[in-house]
């Protein structure tokens, strides 16, 4: 059956979303993942933790409903939810907003507020991070200076989104990487920090642009762990 969609999980990946008219009455019950979607959605990492989940829920098939406890047996977990509490200094304020400094805050705020799923608006950040390091030589400053200034960018950027707590991959990450140490680079951290080797790992290891970013900002903040970087 083809696919109608995709759903963002809170590891980093989207999963197939599929729809039949003829599995219930009621609409919004015709709207369904196949097993390895479900893997994904509960924190399932691993080839060999999956086999063994998608073959236990096989054989648990057509008795009543799968219980969620068969996920959590094969490596899953529940989705975490982490509060983020109110930066005590805001960066935005403090950032020259007069035409004698060229500083584009606007287009960063912008991008990041267009962009309704993190998982788009993380690679849509890093993009512009990537982008910025790339040219770092035109603005005659060490790389770990640079990197305070996009991360002073990026903290004021989503200074704006005014979330008050992380429950994806992506928000974690970038967070972790930001100037409010206490109020949200610590909670990212920490939010990451039981996937470091499964499925941050994974979305890390084909983000050049985010390990090279983390890897300057350990520079600007020795408290972030080297697993953060690669």
Not at 13 to 29: A, L
Not at 161 to 176: H, N, S
Not at 186 to 207: C, H, N, P, Q
Request: net charge negative.
């Amino acid at each position: 059956m083809k696919s109608i969609g995709q759903l963002p999980t809170p590891y980093g990946v989207s999963v197939p979303v599929y729809f039949d008219r003829d599995r219930s009455p009621v609409e919004d019950d015709c709207y369904f993942h196949d097993i390895d979607g479900c893997m994904t959605l509960a924190g399932v990492h691993g080839t060999e933790n999956r086999g063994r989940c998608a073959a236990e829920i096989r054989a648990n098939m057509g008795r009543g409903g799968i219980d969620f406890g068969i996920f959590l047996k094969h490596g899953g977990r529940k989705a975490l939810y982490l509060l983020l509490e109110n930066p005590v200094a805001p960066v935005y304020p403090r950032l020259p907003h007069d035409m004698d400094i060229d500083i584009p805050i606007e287009n960063w705020v912008t991008l990041a507020m267009d962009c309704s799923r993190w998982d788009k608006r993380a690679d849509v950040m890093l993009e512009i991070i990537a982008s910025n390091l790339d040219h770092s030589a035109t603005w005659d400053l060490p790389l770990e200076l640079h990197a305070l200034a996009l991360s002073q960018m990026l903290t004021a950027s989503l200074e704006h989104l005014v979330e008050t707590e992380i429950d994806c991959l992506e928000a974690a990450a970038m967070y972790a990487l930001t100037l409010h140490y206490s109020e949200w680079s610590k909670v990212g951290v920490e939010w990451l920090a039981s996937l470091r080797s499964t499925w941050f790992a994974d979305w890390r290891d084909t983000r050049p642009s985010y390990k090279r970013f983390a890897k300057l900002m350990r520079v600007i903040n020795p408290d972030l762990p080297g697993w953060i970087a690669g």
